[in-house]
């Protein structure tokens, strides 16, 4: 099946008010997930406005990242209690689990990003990780939720670092989209890598505007949020899964089994993979504009404070066979790191890995 975009969508100033009646159509006895004690308030005051509505809200929090343990438990509660549609309201993980809970349970799901750090809010996919944070697979799912609200005065409570990590996310839609899917003859592809292309010179020209004033009144930042949240996911519902991931979301995937103390998020990781990636390009393709690509990408993620290497992001590569580790994992046989044109061994990953932390970036 096509699956393009979320059934309704509301953006904007006021977007959750606007929201709240097609809410209460929908569902009159639902199942809130969140996650951090940062976003509490918010949720709250989407339990009482619903309440007001008279749709009557069940809470719950999810424990770890979106993992089997907690949504075993949270569909037994969701069964028990006749819950009738889900509302996730949170980050990437957040989203995640509520959308793959509805899928389970064959009921809505209404997404309430409450920050601009993923298009998870968006789409028809979802991510399975371990307890610790360990990625293990994604599924794909029926439909992109049923009700997806962006509401400016939500997202601007999140954190800098969300903002930032999202950037880098969005970015990776162009840089991974361009090497897989260039030759790909299809039209809806290869238009959906040229808004990739389009929303990567948004987010040069745009971010650090956004991130000097993040508010309702700074056209930079709707742009950049809007850019990270919708248009982000409306990639990958045009182009499908070839424009969504390549190397950097392998090598995002393999860190993410090494458990980083300091526990970067998605798009960090996933920044430090496009580097890669683009190395990666320039040592197994002789390509030398993907160096300079990579460096000009690298000067712009240093000036957003994003995480430039993997030693950065809190891995200490010679300990514990860490750079084997993370070469084993991104080749794995159903890695998506194979969706490259040209083919990329663990000793590929181990040389290139090298040859980029041992390298300086001068700005
Ligand atoms: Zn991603």
Redesign the pocket.
């Known amino acids: 099946m096509y699956l393009v975009s979320p059934k309704r969508v509301f953006k904007g100033n006021k977007a959750w008010e606007k929201a709240l009646p097609e809410i209460s159509k929908l569902t009159k006895s639902p199942l809130l997930i969140g996650r951090s004690n940062a976003t509490y308030s918010l949720r709250k005051k989407i339990t009482e406005d619903l309440d007001f509505y008279n749709s009557k809200v069940i809470n719950e929090t999810l424990l770890f990242d979106c993992c089997e343990e907690d949504l075993d438990r949270i569909y037994n509660k969701c069964t028990s209690y006749h819950c009738d549609a889900i509302i996730a309201a949170g980050g990437?993980k957040v989203l995640d689990a509520g959308k793959i809970l509805a899928y389970k349970l064959s009921i809505p799901c209404i997404t309430v990003p409450l920050s601009a750090s993923?298009?998870a809010g968006w789409t028809a996919l979802g991510n399975i990780y371990s307890k610790h944070g360990q990625f293990i697979k994604d599924i794909n799912l029926r439909s992109c939720p049923d009700i997806f609200v962006f509401d400016y005065s939500f997202i601007k409570t999140a954190p800098t670092k969300t903002l930032t990590s999202g950037i880098a996310?969005s970015l990776?839609k162009w840089y991974e989209s361009s090497i897989t899917s260039s030759s790909n003859k299809d039209g809806l592809v290869q238009q959906a890598i040229q808004i990739s292309r389009v929303l990567r010179d948004q987010l040069f020209l745009e971010s650090e505007e956004a991130l000097a004033d993040p508010a309702e009144g700074n056209l930079a930042w709707r742009n950049v949020i809007e850019g990270n949240s919708l248009t982000a996911g409306l990639i990958g519902g045009i182009g499908g899964e070839k424009c969504?991931?390549a190397a950097a979301?392998a090598i995002?995937n393999a860190i993410t089994q090494l458990q980083p103390k300091n526990k970067p998020l998605?798009?960090e990781i996933?920044g430090v993979g496009i580097l890669i990636q683009l190395k990666l390009e320039e040592v197994k393709n002789d390509n030398k504009l993907a160096d300079q690509t990579m460096k000009q990408l690298a000067k712009f993620m240093k000036k957003l404070d994003l995480p430039t290497t993997v030693a950065e992001l809190g891995i200490d590569l010679v300990e514990n066979n860490n750079l084997q580790r993370i070469a084993d994992f991104t080749c794995r046989k159903e890695s998506e790191i194979h969706f490259l044109p040209f083919s990329v061994s663990p000793d590929d990953v181990v040389k290139t890995i090298s040859i980029f932390e041992n390298q300086k970036i001068i700005i």
């Open positions: 990437g993923t298009c996310d990776a969504r991931t979301h995002h998605h798009g996933v």
